[in-house]
């Protein structure tokens, strides 16, 4: 059986030290990237956002965050199964 560790009494008059808090100027940040992006960097990026875009304009189901379950038949089938889904990915998960 263990022995019950020794009790310290505190010592109020002991305080810990205070960190000393940077100054506003002091503080740098540290991934700071002064770099200018290049012309590839930039057409790049315009490209992306327009497919981002046309994605979004031309979906058949809507641009929503959420959807409604009646929207796709497939639905009614995974919440029906959901036991046995979880139980194939549990059994996965041992492997």
């Known amino acids: 059986m263990a022995e019950p560790a020794e009790v ?11 960190p000393r808090i940077a100054a506003a ?10 770099a200018e992006p290049g012309l590839l ?10 497919i981002s875009r046309k994605n979004l304009n031309c979906s058949l189901c809507g641009c929503d965050e959420f959807f409604e379950p009646q929207a796709f038949p497939f639905v009614a089938a995974l919440e029906h199964n959901w ?3 979880r139980g194939e990915v549990a059994g996965l998960m041992m492997r």
Do not use: C, Q
Not at 25 to 34: I, T
């Open 41 to 50: 960097t930039r057409k790049a990026v315009a490209v992306l956002g327009w």
């Open 83 to 85: 036991t046995l889904i």
């Open 8 to 18: 310290v009494p505190h010592d109020s008059s002991v305080e810990p030290p205070v």
């Open 25 to 34: 100027v002091d503080l740098v940040a540290s991934n700071e990237n002064s």
